[in-house]
């Protein structure tokens, strides 16, 4: 029997991860699934509370914040990964309590919404709920802003319907 050369062996296994690989990227995001996304996705914010009188996260400095609930919500199942939710908020967000959410202030009013690792996907209607603490000095100046969109590297930024 002749023996094969490793080089060859080599070449099996780039070719192995090169179609593996290939498979990897037909499953991101593509354009349309924002698409959808963006045209299905309910996003809604609630006034839970207004805190007072160091209520605010054991802060004395603050002398008011606001509790928001942001509730997201889709018609269908989507799981798809890579993806984002931009929004603005005038004050700074202290605090996002949320199992399958991170929010993070990008600058000034931007704030970024993204998916923690362990979120497998919206399940059809279920809510999904993010408890956020405002710091603000009068209730207007606490609201989210309008538009909201969605975002993935190399695809479009697209607005989230009912957030305009």
Same mark, same amino acid.
């Given at each position: 029997m002749k023996k094969i050369p490793v080089s060859i062996y080599s070449l099996i296994i780039l070719l192995l991860v090169i179609v593996t690989g290939c498979d990897v990227i037909n499953k991101d995001i593509q354009q349309s699934d924002i698409q959808q996304l963006t045209d299905n996705l309910k996003v809604n914010y609630e006034l839970?509370?207004?805190?007072?009188?160091c209520g605010c996260l054991n802060d004395k400095s603050l002398d008011k914040c606001y509790l928001f609930q942001l509730?997201?919500?889709? &018609?269908?199942?989507?799981? @798809?990964?890579?993806?984002?939710?931009?929004?603005?908020?005038?004050? =700074?967000?202290? #605090? +996002?309590?949320s199992h399958n959410f991170a929010i993070e202030k990008i600058n000034g009013e931007l704030h970024r919404?993204? &998916?923690?690792?362990?979120? @497998?996907?919206?399940?059809?209607?279920?809510?999904?709920?993010?408890? =956020?603490?405002? #710091? +603000?000095?009068?209730?207007k100046d606490a609201l989210l802003l309008p538009n909201f969109y969605v975002m993935?590297?190399?695809?479009?930024?697209?607005?989230?319907?009912?957030?305009?």
């Open positions: 839970i509370e207004v805190k007072t009188n509730s997201l919500t889709m &018609p269908m199942a989507f799981n @798809k990964q890579g993806w984002e939710i931009y929004f603005s908020q005038k004050n =700074l967000i202290i #605090k +996002a309590e919404l993204y &998916p923690k690792e362990q979120f @497998k996907g919206f399940e059809q209607e279920k809510i999904i709920r993010i408890l =956020l603490t405002a #710091k +603000a000095v009068q209730l993935s590297k190399g695809l479009k930024a697209t607005v989230i319907k009912n957030s305009r």
